[in-house]
């Protein structure tokens, strides 16, 4: 199957900091990213729907002030998290599909923590 | 809304045993679901994937079967092992076009005992 890659994997920061995550498609070009956000023992909840060249659609409930998404190229998409706080802390994954009609492609995450 | 449930939460078994994942969701318009291994810390490797025109896939020792009609889908594996061990991840992409979702379960933490 195709590879979705982040960077960093794991992430500490300091409260009021600003933390950027990278998603790249490693071997597709991808027209959708998407960013999911889980905490522990929960599933995933989507947080943003990004296209390539589009600003991000985000889901009720998400601060998009806050969860700065930018998906500049087909093959990587960023998210910012602006001012973070513990609350924050969280794994966040992001997913990635070639078209609208096929597979979603994950990510192996990013464990950030807000202290 | 679309309403993905999973159950049990927990499912421990001895290595070996055959054991069906089960998966239920409230509206049979679907385009496609998914079934997802989720290792602890990690992020999510597809599984199986099965079109709503289908009825099943295999994969190996893996199984997924899909009943629209009920809104049911089960993950068949055979002959389980400890490298099994894992929480598995059912989720649904509904009809919709190109911004269409998937929705997730909570998940099923499976545990293969040697």
């Known amino acids: 199957g195709a590879v979705v890659s982040q960077h960093p994997s794991r992430v500490i920061c300091k409260s009021g900091t600003s933390v950027k995550i990278e998603c790249r498609s490693l071997?597709?070009?991808?027209?959708?990213m998407f960013w999911y956000r889980q905490f522990p023992k929960q599933s995933l909840m989507l947080m943003a729907t990004?296209?390539?060249?589009?600003?991000?659609?985000?889901e009720q409930g998400v601060e998009k002030d806050k969860f700065l998404i930018n998906h500049a190229s087909l093959t990587l998409s960023t998210l910012t998290v602006t001012s973070a706080h513990p609350e924050d802390s969280s794994f966040y994954i992001c997913?990635?599909?070639?078209?609208?009609?096929?597979?979603?492609?994950f990510g192996p995450g990013t464990r950030l923590t807000v202290t | 809304k679309q309403e993905v449930t999973q159950i049990p939460a927990a499912l421990s078994v001895p290595e070996g045993e055959n054991l069906v994942l089960n998966c239920s969701f409230t509206?049979?318009?679907?385009?496609?679901l998914q079934w997802f291994r989720q290792d602890p810390g990690k992020g999510l490797t597809s599984l199986l994937l099965?079109?709503?025109?289908?009825r099943e896939q295999t994969s190996g020792r893996l199984n997924a079967s899909l009943d629209k009609s009920s809104g049911r889908s089960t993950l068949y594996i055979a002959a389980s092992q400890p490298g099994d061990s894992a929480t598995y991840l059912c989720?649904?992409?509904?009809?919709?076009?190109?911004?269409?979702?998937?929705?997730f379960g909570k998940g099923i933490t499976l545990s293969v005992r040697p």
């Open positions: 989720a649904v992409r509904p009809r919709g076009g190109a911004n269409s979702k998937l929705t």
């Open positions: 990004s296209n390539e060249g589009s600003k991000a659609t985000y």
């Open positions: 997913s990635a599909r070639r078209t609208a009609v096929s597979e979603q492609y």
């Open positions: 099965i079109q709503s025109s289908q």
């Open positions: 509206d049979s318009a679907i385009y496609n």
């Open positions: 071997d597709f070009q991808a027209t959708t």
